[in-house]
């Protein structure tokens, strides 16, 4: 059983950055991608970004590319969601996803394990 832990959400202005990590309790972290994906206040569940087991890729949603910063280091077994010019619509439960592989996806059912979660909230 692998458990994801999160850290790193809080309360931040619009215009702010927030650094989330994620801890995998595998020590086989490093040959799996890793994502993150959000979920607001009455919507679903939605990707946010994506990495390869080894760093050399990422992908993210149209909605967060250019502002936010997926990144891994495998030494630390650690995987990191750096945010940046935050906007109130970011505000969500950050969870932070093992897949079931090394290869890049956005889809929800290719990620096993999942951490509980870490608030983001961006006041206006």
């Known amino acids: 059983q692998v458990q994801l832990v999160e850290s790193g959400g809080g309360l931040v202005q619009a215009g702010g950055s927030l650094r989330l990590s994620c801890t995998p309790s595998s020590r086989t972290f490093s040959r799996y991608a890793m994502g993150w994906f959000r979920q607001a206040p009455g919507k679903d569940r939605e990707f946010v970004a994506a990495?390869?087991?080894?760093?050399?890729?990422?992908t993210y949603s149209t909605s967060v590319k250019g502002r936010f910063s997926i990144s891994r280091d495998n030494a630390k077994n650690t995987v990191y969601l750096q945010m940046n010019t935050l906007k109130p619509e970011d505000t969500a439960v950050y969870y932070c996803a093992k897949d079931r592989d090394g290869v890049v996806t956005t889809y929800e059912s290719d990620y096993d394990y999942w951490g509980q979660g870490t608030q983001v909230t961006v006041s206006s």
């Open positions: 990495i390869n087991w080894s760093g050399t890729y990422t």
